[in-house]
């Protein structure tokens, strides 16, 4: 192999996701030292996996081997592996909470496995708009609400701020009540399921609150990964052993139908798309690739599959849950946790005790996950908007941004402990509020990224929207239009 200039496609480019990378092992290999957290070494492990990369003197590094004795690779281990794919995987385990598998569970029930194709629609749609997110971050080198803000001004501030307290206050609630029933589900020692939700869900939250406040986002990863394997690979395979109609499945996935449209039907088929992968959390995910050491273009292509990974398995996820469901009469059966519960208690009679337990662990695997990344990387949110409102200094900002910050640490505690204040009570008005703020979050986001990431001047012109993307924002922005005229036309 010759040393020759480095070749790749702009990193900006939005299809360079195979791109091999041409990188200067010259300057960096003694960056990457074993067991090293610095943002160099970081780089030097995502530059071995892929990305694209153009320097003055390199070498051309073969993705798949190479006869060069001087090119000095890490071996190819799982490790290195969920380097790349960590990020995505967190946002897939966030995005899924008690609202989610409720959804999925109310829309399999009434709609059957018609409707999965809403599943995929919404996958998609949520990759869309955390790749533009990712791309504005990477090419600008500041957030979206940076940019937001920036762009926007103090209306963006007074908006932002009204939807994220009562988010916070709501998903929070909503978090520690939903694993307070599944764990009571599994170990009723109370006589009272409303003791038991409550003793339960206080414990979860204050263990979250612990694993956050002292572990860092190194064992937050960690534990992460712990219940993603448990949400994905129970309730995957509990709809394996349902043994549905792969003929029905098959049709529901590539046929777009709502059954009963005038019946409910489409209210449930625009709830299905728009809860799977989460809402606010899906700004999480820029938080993330920076603690990944991920700062600048080049690491598109890597984000990329990231994503793609991370959304193939909400995916997944949502359509497990609707197929399971599609299975169960859910008539009945209560809202929220309590329709997951309801859920492993039906699937005992086809599956057995083992059925109904397997489904339950998976469940709470879920709500807990979200819960963890919830008080792992909203206050992150709220401190990156603080910043903004007192108009820090970059040093000053990247100080706040951070987990070892005043702001973030009093974020958490807020968002651990206030929401407390409701499990007692009926959650069902303030739940209500929410699901119709959350509704009006993602179309949001899809008008932001339209202005910010279609201007030249704002992004750059080698990383402004192509057409597909903007056909694809244009198109979720015209489903929502529509569905929220025939809902207020009656």
């Not at 943002?39 to 390199?58: D, K, N």
């Not at 629609?121 to 869309?128: N, R």
């Not at 059966?333 to 005992?348: N, P, Q, S, T």
């Not at 337990?357 to 792992?376: H, P």
């Amino acid at each position: 192999m010759h040393s020759t200039p480095g070749t790749a496609p702009g990193p900006g480019s939005e299809l360079d996701l195979g791109t091999a990378s041409s990188i200067d092992l010259n300057t960096k290999k003694n960056n990457a030292v074993p067991g090293s957290t610095s943002v160099e070494a970081v780089r030097v492990r995502h530059e071995y996996l892929g990305r694209a990369s153009s320097t003055t003197t390199t070498c051309d590094l073969d993705p798949v081997g190479s006869d060069d004795i001087n090119v000095r690779r890490p071996p190819f281990t799982p490790r290195t592996l969920l380097a790349v794919i960590g990020p995505g995987c967190l946002v897939a385990a966030t995005g899924v909470g008690a609202g989610d598998l409720a959804t999925a569970g109310f829309a399999g029930s009434e709609l059957g496995v018609a409707v999965l194709w809403a599943v995929v629609v919404g996958t998609a749609l949520k990759f869309a708009l955390n790749e533009g997110l990712a791309r504005w971050q990477l090419a600008t080198g500041t957030s979206l609400i940076e940019g937001a803000n920036e762009h926007l001004g103090r209306p963006f501030q007074a908006v932002f701020l009204l939807y994220l307290l009562p988010w916070s206050f709501c998903v929070g609630a909503a978090l520690m009540g939903a694993c307070g029933v599944c764990v009571h589900a599994m170990l009723p020692i109370f006589d009272d399921a409303a003791t038991g939700k409550l003793v339960f869900g206080v414990a979860s939250s204050l263990l979250g609150l612990v694993m956050v406040q002292v572990g860092g986002y190194r064992l937050f990863q960690k534990i992460m990964g712990a219940c993603i394997a448990l949400m994905f690979v129970t309730v995957l395979c509990t709809a394996a052993l349902m043994r549905p109609d792969w003929r029905g499945v098959l049709s529901g996935l590539a046929v777009p139908v709502i059954p009963r449209l005038h019946e409910g039907g489409l209210g449930w088929t625009i709830a299905l798309m728009g809860g799977v992968g989460g809402t606010l959390t899906v700004l999480c995910y820029g938080y993330w690739i920076r603690e990944e050491g991920r700062e600048g273009p080049e690491y598109l292509a890597t984000c990329r599959v990231d994503l793609a990974i991370g959304y193939l398995m909400t995916g997944l996820f949502g359509i497990a849950m609707v197929i399971i469901a599609s299975q169960i009469d859910a008539d009945g059966l209560g809202k929220g946790a309590g329709l997951v519960v309801a859920l492993a208690e039906r699937l005992e009679a086809p599956l057995g005790p083992i059925g109904r337990w397997v489904f339950l662990i998976g469940a709470f695997g879920a709500v807990f996950s979200s819960l963890l990344g919830v008080w792992q990387c909203v206050p992150y949110v709220f401190a990156d908007y603080c910043a903004l409102v007192l108009g820090d200094a970059p040093e000053q900002r990247r100080q706040r941004v951070s987990e070892r910050s005043k702001t973030y640490r009093v974020y958490l505690l807020a968002l651990a402990l206030v929401p407390m204040l409701k499990l007692p009570y009926p959650f069902k008005s303030i739940q209500q509020l929410y699901a119709v703020v959350g509704a009006g979050f993602i179309p949001f986001l899809a008008l932001l990224l339209l202005y910010l990431n279609t201007s030249s001047k704002r992004i750059g012109a080698p990383h402004r929207n192509r057409p597909l993307t903007n056909l694809v924002l244009l198109a979720a922005l015209a489903f929502f239009a529509y569905a929220a005229y025939l809902k207020f036309a009656g």
